[in-house]
T-cell receptor, first 113, second 117 residues
Framework: GESVGLHLPTLSVQEGDNSIINCAYSNSASDYFIWYKQESGKGPQFIIDIRSNMDKRQGQRVTVLLNKTVKHLSLQIAATQPGDSAVYFCAETPRNAGNMLTFGGGTRLMVKP | GAVVSQHPSWVICKSGTSVKIECRSLDFQATTMFWYRQFPKQSLMLMATSNEGSKATYEQGVEKDKFLINHASLTLSTLTVTSAHPEDSSFYIC?????????????FGPGTRLTVT
């Protein structure tokens, strides 16, 4: 379901290290999941997606893992760069919902040079 | 990839006035567009689903008479914040849905920062 937080959790990593951002979802009917990156003052930018018939999907420097048993989604960023600093949101959509997205609370990633 | 634009990118208005925000899909036709609101340090909250040629569907708690949505063409949806108050100050983001390659994709606009004084 929807998650609204007054304070975004922050993950601080050193440049070059790997980052792992986690997300818990609540709707067991969700079958499509997306990770978005949002930089300050901009709209969300698509990073990677995964369907519920998969448990892992890889992109360029990013990997998404899906654990349907515990309703958990994670985004792994390899060799994190300063340009990766942003807020990351997971989003879910139930099957047959016409791509209507429900966003998670978001995590701020800060990359230290 | 598909591009969605919003206009204006930011606007300051006085309390009691109305503000119109435009959302356009630039290189595809979108029968459905979504409007979100985002307060500082918070996630995106869906306000309404805008369907071309029909009335918008509003989420629970969103006043349809205050947030007027018009989706008059396949490439344009507008959100009008009527009688704006300072608590309406927020970041408004639209997205447009495109159906291609057998599935839906949702593309987001850059957002509009509304400040009501």
């Amino acid at each position: 379901g929807e998650s609204v937080g007054l304070h975004l959790p922050t993950l601080s990593v050193q440049e070059g290290d790997n980052s792992i951002i986690n997300c818990a979802y609540s709707n067991s009917a969700s079958d499509y999941f997306i990770w978005y990156k949002q930089e300050s003052g901009k709209g969300p930018q698509f990073i990677i997606d995964i369907r519920s018939n998969m448990d892992k999907r890889q992109g360029q420097r990013v990997t998404v893992l899906l654990n349907k048993t515990v309703k958990h989604l994670s985004l792994q960023i390899a060799a994190t760069q300063p340009g990766d600093s942003a807020v990351y949101f997971c989003a879910e959509t139930p099957r047959n919902a016409g791509n209507m997205l429900t966003f998670g609370g978001g995590t701020r990633l800060m990359v230290k040079p | 990839g598909a591009v969605v634009s919003q206009h204006p990118s930011w606007v300051i208005c006085k309390s009691g006035t109305s503000v119109k925000i435009e959302c356009r899909s630039l290189d595809f036709q979108a029968t459905t567009m979504f409007w979100y609101r985002q307060f500082p340090k918070q996630s995106l909250m869906l306000m309404a689903t805008s369907n071309e040629g029909s009335k918008a569907t509003y989420e629970q708690g969103v006043e349809k008479d205050k947030f007027l949505i018009n989706h008059a063409s396949l490439t344009l949806s507008t959100l009008t914040v009527t009688s704006a108050h300072p608590e309406d100050s927020s970041f408004y983001i639209c997205s447009a849905r495109d159906y291609s390659a057998g599935h839906y994709e949702q593309y987001f606009g850059p957002g509009t920062r509304l400040t009501v004084t």
